[in-house]
């Protein structure tokens, strides 16, 4: 687990937290299934109303709660005044949008909370599911009343990735992968949950992906006593000028270096 922070405020954001994002789930939920219009950014990545109307709840909910935290999220304007605050908000209102807008129940609302470049709140929460998964440095990981402990697996060949099956094609990397077996979901803070409860024993990304993908994912993981790292093996590092990191390998711990043997190795493509 991370070191715990030590703040006497940090129980205080971590209800704000909590109700904020089950209020949000709520929202969206509403919202889901009811066609809410959808339209593609200039980033080619889809946004519905609903993205919007929950980005303006938790914006509202959020500052309200702490008017000297930084904001950033996928659906807000970046400002760079966030980069000089103690704590940032980081935020995917809609995790998913694909999915939200298709009807499937794979999407999730992922808020984590900054400091330092590293995430001491997370949460994720699947409202189509239930699913409620929460962090807190130091204090491990639970979804809803269950802890969460992440895959305890060191044998690559069998192992259960969450990852889209064309990521490891034999040509976009010096060394084969072994058999493994895929599975998938497009949201992925919910990914980086599934492996954090064990459902999958690692996941795993290529190509750039944002900050409010990653942040309340990444701690939960660490919490279940999982590892979250770039392609390279070093460590996400957020609220950064640059809120983008260069791919994702997420897993139980004794499965993490034997991983990282590979991905070092990407070739692209």
């Known amino acids: 687990m991370q070191a715990p922070n030590n703040d006497l405020d940090i129980g205080q954001d971590e209800e704000l937290l909590i109700d904020a994002v089950r209020e949000a789930g709520a929202l969206a939920h509403r919202l889901f299934k009811t066609s809410p219009a959808g339209r593609i950014k200039d980033d080619g990545t889809p946004v519905s109303d609903a993205d919007i109307a929950v980005n303006d709840f ?18 807000t304007e970046d400002r760079p005044e966030r980069l000089s605050r103690r704590r940032v908000w980081v935020v995917d209102p809609i995790d998913g949008t694909r999915s939200f807008l298709k009807g499937s129940e794979n999407w999730s609302v992922a808020v984590a909370l ?17 699913n409620f998964y929460f962090a807190r440095a ?19 060949p069998g192992a259960r990735f969450i990852a889209h099956e064309k990521v490891l094609r034999r040509d976009r990397w010096q060394r084969p992968w072994p058999q493994v077996t895929t599975g998938m979901t497009t949201s992925l ?19 750039d992906k944002s900050d409010w993908d990653l942040a309340a994912g990444d701690l939960i993981v660490h919490e279940a006593g999982g590892c979250v790292s770039r392609l390279d093996g070093t460590k996400m590092t957020y609220n950064q000028v640059r809120t983008r990191q260069s791919g994702l390998v ?11 043997d590979r991905t070092k190795g990407y070739k692209g493509g």
């Open 189 to 207: 803070a919910l990914r980086l949950c599934l492996v954090a409860d064990g459902t999958f024993d690692a996941t795993l990304a290529v190509g």
């Open 250 to 260: 997420a897993s139980g711990h004794a499965l993490h270096g034997e991983i990282l």
């Open 138 to 156: 130091g204090h491990g990981a639970r979804c809803n009343a269950k802890s969460l402990i992440a895959s305890a697996r060191s044998e690559l």
């Open 114 to 130: 900054v400091e330092a470049g590293r995430p001491i709140l997370g949460s994720v929460f699947a409202p189509a599911t239930g």
């Open 58 to 75: 938790l914006h509202a909910r959020l500052a309200q709660g702490r008017p000297d935290y930084g904001w950033l999220s996928e659906e």
